[in-house]
């Protein structure tokens, strides 16, 4: 009986003793990794971010991942995001500057249209001056309707852009 205790004892209290070990585990400036079972063996430039493991937590893995490889990474993150966001500024000029020049060349068009009707209902004198000037604005806005087309498909806008700068050229009649 003595034997199978002896044996037991032996198997038994060392496993006890691993079960509240601890770990702790560093990366220093240089990037070279630490271990230790007191944080105070630890390099004092990494303590504060020690990481605390277990060795009861035997089926976890505890990695701390290198500092260089990171900031690069976050270096061409934040690259990458920067140059997107002037991508994006660089959209949305071009579809203001689209809107502005669909406003304006309806509002050409809109103004040739009624100074022609004005001028066909007054038919003073120089009327056909000014009817012939309308009929040319009108045929100009429609010309630039179909350039604005054409950018507006070569260009990359939302719907909503896109919707505004139709409803202004929707107003030049074909």
Do not use: W
Not at 14 to 21: D, I, V
Not at 46 to 75: F, I, L, M, W
Not at 155 to 164: E, F, H, I, V, Y
């Amino acid at each position: 009986m003595k034997p199978i205790i002896l044996i037991l004892a032996i198997l038994v209290f060392p496993l006890a003793g691993l079960s509240s070990a601890e770990n702790y585990s560093c990366r220093d400036a240089n990037d070279r990794l630490h271990i230790a079972d007191n944080p105070m063996s630890l390099p004092e430039e990494c303590r504060n971010q020690a990481v605390n493991t277990q060795e009861s937590d035997s089926g976890k893995v505890s990695y701390v991942p290198p500092v260089s490889q990171n900031s690069q990474h976050n270096e061409s993150f934040a690259e990458a995001v920067a140059e997107e966001e002037q991508q994006l500024r660089q959209r949305s000029l071009a579809a203001e500057n689209l809107l502005h020049q669909a406003r304006s060349l309806a509002d050409d068009y809109e103004n040739s249209v009624a100074s022609r009707k004005t001028a066909m209902r007054s038919q003073k004198y120089g009327f056909r001056k000014t009817v012939i000037s309308a009929d040319q604005g009108i045929q100009s806005a429609r010309k630039e309707k179909e350039i604005l087309l054409d950018k507006i498909k070569k260009t990359r806008l939302t719907s909503t852009q896109k919707g505004a700068i139709l409803n202004h050229l929707n107003r030049i009649k074909n």
